[in-house]
């Protein structure tokens, strides 16, 4: 039961970011006052699997004087890597469980960094290095306050599996004992995804593509489905801590897919930040403002305690 739900959620997943990126393409249309994807299929439905086709049927590309291996293996290692946070997903029916599930989600986004650093690397072109040096700064800059964010609320529930959330909004959401950490937190997620209006990774204009300018076919494919997995996961994840986690009905997707759109609604809005004030925001501001609520917070938890 255990790999038949495994598979069938990864399945589900892959399907998702096809219409994932369907609805990026549609919505920043719409933003841009053009159509976007309305051609292949009915009113564009088919345009992510023709892409998809396309990508994967293309010649595969490699820089003469790349490390070969790990140029090869780099996107497969981000994909498995994506592929193993989705076990996390907190099944209500007795499947598996994780007790210890933000310790796991903590170290796979600490591993995460390697595949972003090992493919810009290894590529031998001076682009993709600076990109992925650039990503590894920021995704190991605001992992700290995003840790923070995630311990403040952790307190409440008393252990660190995701399940305690799904019983504890029961009657209220986080989101309304601190609204600046869950700002904090949204912004927190779009900086780690390396999404607009933190996407330095990817500067167009002084980097081309960034860490992955040097792939093509397959391997640039993989790095695709790896991002948007972990946006998808990110936007579950914010709706499992702050909004409710009612995961036994229809709302908790719809907010899933609210928090979605409001990734790409940024993305097609904001301009791109300065990277020092990147820098300045995790550590003048987000880790302070964390930290003081992890302190506040444990204070409130002792008093209660004491009282009783």
């Known amino acids: 039961m255990f790999i038949i739900g495994y598979l069938f959620i990864l399945v589900c997943i892959l399907i998702s970011v096809a219409f994932v990126t369907l609805l ?37 590309t490699y820089p003469f004087m790349s490390n070969f291996i790990i140029y090869y293996l780099s996107p497969v290692f981000m994909l498995m890597l994506s592929f193993i946070m989705w076990s996390l997903y907190p099944f209500l029916v007795n499947m598996y469980s994780f007790n210890y599930g933000f310790l796991f989600f903590m170290c796979c986004t600490g591993v995460g960094v390697y595949g972003v650093m090992l493919s810009g690397w290894s590529s031998n072109s001076n682009y993709s290095l ?26 409440f529930t008393f252990g660190f599996s995701f399940f305690g959330f799904y019983y504890y909004q029961s009657f209220m959401w986080f989101m309304f004992m601190s609204i600046p950490l869950f700002f ?9 995804t390396n999404r607009s209006p933190f996407d330095f990774a990817e500067g167009e204009s002084e980097l081309v593509s960034g860490f992955n300018v040097e792939y093509s076919s397959g391997g640039f494919a993989f790095i695709f ?11 579950m994840l914010s709706v499992i801590l702050f909004l409710g986690c009612d995961l036994d009905s229809l709302m908790f997707y ?6 979605i759109f ?14 020092d004030k990147l820098m300045y925001l995790t550590w003048k501001l987000f880790l302070p403002l964390s930290l003081n609520s992890l302190l506040l917070f444990m204070g409130l938890l002792l008093c209660h305690l004491m009282g009783n």
């Not at 489905?225 to 936007?235: C, G």
């Not at 719809?254 to 928090?259: A, G, N, R, S, T």
Request: overall charge positive.
């Open 24 to 60: 990026e393409r549609k919505v920043l249309g719409y933003i841009q006052l053009r159509k976007g994807p309305n051609k292949l299929g009915f009113m564009g439905l088919l345009q992510p699997f023709a892409d998809g086709l396309k990508l994967f049927l293309k010649e595969q």
């Open 254 to 259: 719809f907010k899933l897919v609210m928090i």
């Open 130 to 155: 600076l990109g992925g040096l650039r990503a590894v700064a920021q995704t190991i800059s605001y992992e700290v306050s995003m840790a923070l964010i995630m311990l403040c609320f952790l307190i």
């Open 225 to 235: 489905l790896s991002e948007y997995m972990n946006i998808i996961f990110m936007s």
């Open 262 to 275: 409001w990734f790409i609604w940024v993305r097609g809005t904001l301009p791109r930040f300065r990277y």
């Open 184 to 192: 904090c937190w949204l912004s927190s997620c779009l900086a780690e």
